[in-house]
């Protein structure tokens, strides 16, 4: 609600405090201390779960003997093998499909005057903010391939038996996951893009080139950092993701790894050959980070250099409606269409009488909002828990991203990497990894919300350190140099000089994880206790319970609720974060 | 926190609104062995049941109607998917931490197992004489577990796309090749029942009634209420080994659909529930236990169209009773091997 606001003023109110504390530990450099604490809580959140898993993998189950037999088990079945290739599949395809939506949204948003930009924005949060296992049902409603509504539609008017889309395919599953995920790029690529003066354009104009030609020599080059982080994220989260796989991709004869560890899970529970069967994915994180080194590697894309710049909108003429209508069609796809047919079940006294007054209610959300005992605490408990995710996880971030940066410490990668391994680790494992190290005593987290707040902290921990090490990227050590020269201490100059310059990245980073720790299923699953149960979770249940009208009508509270707060958050944050400086 | 100021702020409520005095008679009028479980259990104030067993509705449903029955005992309800009950149970047990009171699963494994490594307290509640047949042999002879939940799985239609003539009778009417593209089915791989199901069709057809059901190409889902879902959505017109609770719930709102009992045999899946030799209440636990095997509880889950399992409480709304239908039920020991192997074969017969 207010959390954003209260980190501004809680940076604010940081700098009235702590000049007093500088004095007295200038001499100790004082930023030193900070990096220890920074590591510890690395090793805390990331490196002692992982390690915990990696250690099972290795051992016996009952006894703890050395043994390599879990991963003769992990690894000795085709079908095994084929799950794991699967994910890395359906990987690759969802994040260049989300690329398809993300980019040209991003670019006409960010630097076009193509008009209706905040409807775009919205439909881009919407898309977001839905649960991936909420949209898969609304796919499922509308491309089922004997009574979704697009295949209905497609009958009656060609009188074709055939089904036109199939959501029940290899094809149907990457589309429904990247029609979630493609805000992760979205964002990462507007923000990049806000960054960049048009002066860089004007120079290409100068020199003879077109608008599309300026856009894809200079505009898209210089936020390829943006791009392939996005890229490298939807890569991990399709990887790691349960709930649309199990709904979509079972039906499909589609095997996958979460699918496949959840095999693992099964009594009798083999923890050890789990752990074994995920450690490959670590290496695919290794991987890629590598990869993604090399890329960027030896070329500039600094466009924040304290010169100052004047940002314009392109001028498109006739094809800003083509660019809007792409926009629109982006919206109706992962939004519109897939709401459309949620809210009509959720008003339904039955979902499989269609469309008529009588069968009309509003008995699903009353049942939910007034009679439900566990409705209202889990949506106070989604909302706290995953503010205080989000702030956590965007402070640890900034600080990794900025030592790292800036090259401050030995080893700066190590770090990079612990901040971006949980990312792979599918979420039940995850939680696994949590309950081994801090469930049982002396630590006992067991059923607190201390444990779930820490474990989605740990797993969002990459998407606020990839929004936080583009965004440190983008300012050129200058403009800090500048500060040092000066006489300024390194906290203060990144206080005064790198924090002001990117704290609006740094509030999108914190509303993304927001947005997406509310949504998490797969962890919470496993940690939530009897008084700490999430929305999703209590969504999931319902999904059980074969009642769908209800877990409709939860998933439109949820999607209100979300709504309102982001809605809240952006007016607080300042309408800068929408709109551009003039 | 919150949950039980607002729950406690309910039950005393109950004592005082809807009179202290109905309550207190209430009490008084408890069976003599019910009545002195209760006193200890007063003073142990509350139990926590771990159950992967009904509906979480339902569970909070039984969970009130014991807070009535017994003013001053609370019932923490901890309801989650079975597996997870027993991983969370596992992990208290390893964790040293004994928070749990009575554990319901809808796996027969769980509770042999926790049989086999000493961990449960045997007691037999007085109530559960009244139970029928078969709820009463599927308990554990020794006492360790009793049955007061059972999943009945049986076949169901799409009323406006299949005809009550037209209609399946038996399982292996299932095969025919009209149904092809048109059944839909949970995974042995995700619902325990699903497995139960699975493992009487390979006991009385053999192994290859599944090769001959994947020629129809059944939609293949998760749970076994997936089917139940998909019949309302219109997407498939049979709903194979469907729970009857489930589809009971998705009829009375109306939905277009009606239960088919197989001739060749209804699918009963009993489901254990036991108390752990280190339950922190245990007298109040053992109370649960009476309460559960008693007609109190029946009445509060036949509202949610849980089947009935005594004679004096009629069965749900539309359903039939269970002692007028032919039905099949695996053993402890059937499901306890043969699920595991069932799941292989099915995987390796669906592809998934």
Known sequence: MTESAAILTKTEAEGARRPGLLRRLRYLEPSNLLWILLIAALLFLVAVPIGKLLIVSFEKQGSGDFTFANYATAYGRVRYLEALGNSLMLGGLSALLAVVFAVPLAWAVSRTDMPGKGLTWAMVMGAFIMPPYLGAVGWILLAGPNSGFINQAWTWLTGLQAPLVNVYSFFGLALVISLHSFPLIFIFVKSALDLISSEMEDAANILGAGTWTTTRKVTLPLVWPAVLGGIIVVFLETVALFGTPAIIGIPARINVVTTQLWQFFEYPVRVEVAAAYAMPLLLITIGMIAVQKLLLARKGFVSQTGKGGERRPIRLGRWRWVVLGYCGFVGLLAVLMPLAVLLQASFAKAWGRGLSWDNLTLGNYGYLLFRHEMALPSIWNTLWFSAASATAAVVIAVLVAYIVARKLVPFGSVLSFLAMAPFVIPGIVMAIGFYAAYAAPPIALYGTALIIILAFTARFLPIAFANSAAAVRAVHPEMEEAARILGGGRLLTVRRITAPLIIRSLIGGWLIVFIVASRELSAAVFLVGPRTRTMSVLLYDLSEAGNFEVLAAFGGLLLAITLILVAIGMKLAGRDFMLRRS | ?352
């Not at chain 2, 497995?195 to 749970?223: C, V």
């Not at chain 2, 709903?239 to 489930?246: D, K, L, N």
Request: with cysteine; proline share 7%.
């Open chain 2, 1 to 352: 926190m919150q949950g039980i100021s607002r729950r406690g702020l309910l039950a005393s409520a109950a004592i005082i609104g809807s009179g202290g005095a109905v309550a207190r008679a209430a009490a008084q009028e408890l069976p003599s062995h019910e009545r002195e479980l209760y006193e200890a259990a007063r003073r142990e104030g509350e139990i926590t049941w771990y159950s992967g067993q009904q509906s979480a509705e339902t569970s909070e449903a039984v969970g009130r109607a014991f807070g009535e029955r017994y003013p001053g005992v609370h019932v923490n309800v901890v309801r989650s998917t079975s597996q997870v009950a027993f991983q969370r149970l596992s992990q208290d047990m390893r964790a040293g931490v004994a928070q749990c009171d009575v554990f319901s699963s809808t796996d027969y494994s769980h509770s042999t197992f926790l049989k086999r490594q000493g961990r449960l307290m045997a007691y037999r509640p007085q109530n559960a004489a009244g139970l029928i047949e078969v709820a009463r042999e599927a308990g554990d002879p020794d006492g360790h577990f009793h049955v007061f939940y059972i999943g009945v799985h049986l076949i169901s239609r799409h009323t406006g796309q299949v005809p009550e003539g037209e209609a399946p009778k038996s399982w292996t009417d299932l095969l025919d090749p009209k149904w092809r593209d048109k059944l839909a089915v949970g995974h042995p791989g995700y619902s325990g029942a699903i497995g139960s199901w699975a493992l009487l069709m390979r006991k009385l057809y053999g192994w290859d009634y599944f090769t001959r059901l994947e020629k129809n190409r059944p939609q293949i889902g998760r749970s076994s209420i997936d089917p139940v879902t998909i019949l309302s959505a219109g997407e498939r017109q049979i709903g194979v080994a469907v729970p009857s609770a489930t589809a009971l719930l998705a009829i009375s709102r109306g939905n277009p659909q009606a239960l088919i009992y197989p001739a060749d045999g209804t699918v009963v899946v009993p489901s254990p529930s036991c108390i752990p030799k280190d339950a922190p209440h245990p007298n109040a636990a053992k109370l649960f236990m009476e309460f559960a095997t008693g007609p109190e509880y029946f009445r509060v889950t036949r509202r949610y169209f849980s089947e009935s399992l005594r004679g004096d409480v009629p069965p749900p709304e539309g359903a039939k009773p269970l002692d007028s239908i032919k039905l099949i039920v695996p053993t402890p020991q059937e499901v306890e091997t043969g699920v595991t192997e069932v799941k292989e074969q099915w995987r390796d017969t669906f592809g998934i």
